[in-house]
């Protein structure tokens, strides 16, 4: 057998342990004679799953008890509406900070239902940087502030969070959730799904301050509702059993093989220092975000050469490197190195890099 290094930025790679684990557990759970995948999301053996899951969660991301946390279905662009829907419930305003498409997405979907304002963006230069933002540039009476968190597509990290005064903060982190701690005290929601590093598509999380559940509009569907699912622990209707099974041992690696969230940011900015540091001091590759506002999880680089950046592309993915082309908005390439990318795929990576530019000198 044979496991490429895959820098997709999601669907993305898992930790082999886990995959593993559940390739044991497959045809017969911890006894019950069945997969998790073919049991009653009602049964015992699910409720311990899916409470388990919620358990770690609450105690690798350090929860507040006044926090409640929500497995959903929909992916992170369902969060989009429902976030307004929900939350733009006092003055009916929110003010969006757009750095990429998904912020922008979000943006626009919110405005179906309220007044958005776009308080900054940072489209003028491509997303390249994280635009700075003061409490005077927000309305004191939003209903809620919105950030991407890291921007995906563009290689962007909030380091520091934007000062919303008492605008509760909503925050998309789908792809940097559990690569580093995060005060979650800080903000009224957090959402991410899973795919990028916390387990399969088809699960999304949500962490929501127990004053912000019930009073989303009139006109919000039952199922776009957080107090539906808040009220039924996430069994309302059958949740998306199998994914929640893996983030419950994805968790569980992150827990006790990697010894919780401190020590993953260790992991990840060692990762990330090797790939910027050949960024900075490579003639060919340039890396296209500000350094001060770089993520430790996707790294946009290219050559400035678009038929080398392609020759590059591909010869990358016949030596087991795949998924590595950049975003379309971008070009060039980008390498998602996310929790589950081990250390010796980067330094394999910018080996081959190193290689790439001695040959194409
Ligand atoms: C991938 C991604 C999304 C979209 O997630 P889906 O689950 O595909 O809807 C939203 N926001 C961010 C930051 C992402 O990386």
């Known amino acids: 057998m044979s496991r490429v290094y ?3 930025a ?5 930790p082999e342990s886990v995959l593993k684990k559940a390739a044991a557990e497959m045809l017969d759970y911890e006894g019950s004679g069945q997969s998790v995948m073919e049991m009653s999301h009602r049964s015992k053996t699910y409720d311990a799953i899916i409470k388990g899951a919620e358990a770690l969660l609450r105690e690798v991301m350090n929860i507040p008890d006044n926090y409640k946390v929500l497995f959903l279905q929909g992916g992170g662009s369902t ?4 976030t307004a829907l929900n939350l733009m419930n006092k003055n009916n305003k929110a003010d969006y900070i757009v750095t990429g498409q998904w912020a922008k997405k979000a943006a626009k979907e919110a405005a179906r239902y309220g007044d958005v304002k776009i308080v900054a963006s940072s489209e003028d230069k491509t997303f390249s940087y994280i635009p700075k933002t003061d409490k005077s540039m927000f309305r004191d009476d939003a209903d809620y502030a919105y950030i991407c968190m890291n921007n995906t597509i563009y290689g962007t990290v909030y380091h ?3 000062d919303t005064g008492d605008v509760p903060l909503v925050a998309d982190i789908s792809s940097c959730i559990l690569s580093e701690p995060i005060d979650v005290s ?3 929601l957090l959402f991410a799904g899973a795919q990028k590093n916390m387990g399969p598509s088809g699960v999304t999380i949500v962490i929501i301050r127990e004053d912000l559940i019930g009073n989303a509009m009139d006109i919000t569907p039952t199922m776009l509702n957080y107090k539906t699912h808040a009220d039924n622990d996430s069994l309302f209707n059958t949740p998306p059993c199998y994914a929640i099974y893996i983030c419950k041992l994805v968790l569980e690696w992150v827990k006790n ?3 919780g969230l401190d020590k993953m940011k260790e992991l990840n900015e060692k990762k ?3 790939l910027y540091d050949f960024l900075d001091s490579s003639e060919l590759f340039k890396g296209t975000v500000v350094a001060e506002d770089r993520s430790l999880m996707n790294v946009p680089f290219v050559t400035g050469n678009a038929d080398l950046d392609a020759k590059f592309v591909k010869e990358a993915t016949e030596s087991g490197f795949v998924n590595i082309k950049g975003h379309r908005t971008v070009g060039g390439m980008r390498a998602s190195i996310y929790n589950a990318m081990p250390y010796e795929g980067v330094e394999k990576l910018v080996e081959f890099m190193k290689k790439f530019e001695a040959e194409n000198k």
Do not use: C
């Not at 969060?79 to 429902?82: C, G, T």
């Open 160 to 162: 520091q969070l934007p």
């Open 272 to 274: 990330a220092k090797l």
């Open 186 to 188: 800080k903000f009224g």
């Open 257 to 259: 093989e990697i010894g």
């Open 6 to 8: 895959n820098f997709s």
């Open 10 to 14: 999601g669907p993305s790679m898992l």
């Open 79 to 82: 969060q989009f509406a429902m």
